[in-house]
């Protein structure tokens, strides 16, 4: 089992020899082999090097390599003479094609061979600290992703694409028309970000669109780094049985009140909805999470509430690069996942200066790669009255979309709820559902 996985050095040797015959082959090659595909260090450093030259825009030849080898500091792991015999076995240019995907499979069954190694080496090291299933899987993420295809023509697509088109909808419609009316609803791969002050109503939006995906029989994973799973609870039983929430968190419910509970137990006992509380939690934990429930399948959404209490790396340099890698990875967990992610952040204070206080974009804390990455950003506000000479949060709340990569930006008011954690549509619309020229 643990005996490596023999290779073809020759076949390396040829393929290399091939694009020497016919340099403007680099470009195909390389996009069948990478440099981890060689067995042969000095193979997978001239093959580096063959592509910096080519992206360089020079031709490749022996010279051009040797020489950059010698610029770059690397001549020390090819031998000045090993191009110039590369180049001397005879090998023909359309043969590299041939010869690269002779390469990529023996690197592709010498990495498995590895991998499997690695995960031997986990189950045999025993529980350990972490989760041993996660690191396994990570292991497989690595040869997944260092794993390169041949592109394809993008026609070769155009019947699954009508098939998908005909059989299952775009998306997953929100609780809230409303918002529906502006970004049709909830898909697969997309990041979403809602954002508001502190007190706001981000984390109600949060849950309440996890339940409303949860109840269609979705799979939903639920990351609360500010609330524990029993507080979580409360609100879902808040929201769900119309329980006001004061009763619930102090503990003082009638004997209708403690009925209303108990009718809520076998609903969210049945929900497809979990929670990772865990708190100081890192990106890499919410990775984790992420890929276990999607090995469990049908996942349709994970909320992270919220990133700006994801902590950092030791030794990290910057809170705002982690904040913003934090981002861009998100959007790929969505994509990797097939699923939807929901990333709940909080609005600046400095919003309040304002001569108007609704927020805009440019009003998301931490960084402005969430702007980028998101596929649709909301911004909760709720406006305020004076009431015996005191500001008053009114029981309006503007969902307004800052950005809609699916269609036109907007605002939409509907009636907040805090009482029973949740946000409805006002019982008489006054924002139009669907203004002049939507469809």
Request: charged share 25%; net charge negative; glycine share 10%.
């Amino acid at each position: 089992m643990n005996e490596p996985i023999q290779y073809d050095p020759q076949t390396e040797a040829f393929m290399l020899g091939a694009v020497f015959a016919d340099p403007s082959a680099i470009w195909e090659v390389r996009q069948i082999v990478r440099a981890s595909d060689f067995a042969i260090p000095r193979n997978a450093a001239l093959f580096s090097t063959m592509c910096d030259i080519a992206d360089a825009g020079t031709t490749v030849s022996p010279i051009t390599v040797n020489d950059r080898l010698v610029a770059v500091g690397r001549s020390h792991e090819v031998p000045a003479t090993y191009s110039h015999e590369l180049y001397g076995l005879g090998a023909y240019g359309w043969q590299a094609m041939q010869y690269a995907e002779i390469v990529r499979r023996f690197g592709e069954r010498r990495k498995l061979h590895e991998a499997a190694v690695g995960i031997q080496e986990i189950a045999a090291s025993g529980d350990g600290e972490g989760d041993i299933v996660e690191k396994a899987a990570s292991l497989i993420a690595d040869l997944r992703e260092g794993t390169l295809r041949q592109s394809r023509p993008i026609g070769s697509v155009f019947g699954e694409l009508v098939e998908e088109m005909q059989t299952q909808a775009p998306f997953v419609p929100s609780p809230w028309p409303s918002l529906n009316a502006m970004i049709g609803g909830i898909r697969k791969g997309s990041l979403y970000t809602a954002a508001a002050r502190s007190g706001g109503g981000k984390s109600i939006f949060g849950l309440q669109l996890a339940l409303h995906i949860a109840e269609s029989g979705k799979r939903v994973g639920y990351v609360s780094l500010e609330m524990t799973e029993k507080d979580l609870l409360k609100r879902l039983i808040s929201m769900m049985q119309g329980i006001h929430q004061g009763a619930l968190q102090n503990h003082q419910l009638t004997a209708q009140g403690w009925e209303a509970v108990q009718a809520a137990k076998a609903a969210v006992e049945a929900l497809p909805l979990e929670v990772f509380d865990r708190p100081g939690a890192r990106w890499e934990d919410i990775v984790g999470f992420g890929n276990a429930l999607h090995r469990k399948g049908d996942l349709g959404l994970i909320v992270i509430d919220y990133l700006g209490l994801v902590k950092s790396p030791p030794g990290s340099a910057s809170r705002q690069q982690d904040l913003e890698d934090w981002a861009n990875a998100a959007k790929q967990l969505a994509k990797q996942l097939g699923c939807a992610v929901l990333i709940l952040e909080q609005l600046n204070r400095n919003m309040t200066n304002r001569p108007n206080p609704r927020p805009i974009i440019s009003d998301l804390r931490g960084s402005a790669g969430l702007e980028h990455a998101s596929d649709a950003v909301v911004l909760l506000h709720r406006g305020e009255k004076k009431i015996g000479g005191k500001l008053v949060k009114t029981s309006d709340i503007d969902f307004i979309t800052a950005k809609n990569r699916q269609g036109e930006t907007g605002t939409r008011t509907l009636r907040f709820e805090g009482q029973y954690a949740r946000i409805v549509q006002k019982e008489h619309e006054n924002t139009a559902l669907i203004e002049s020229g939507e469809v």
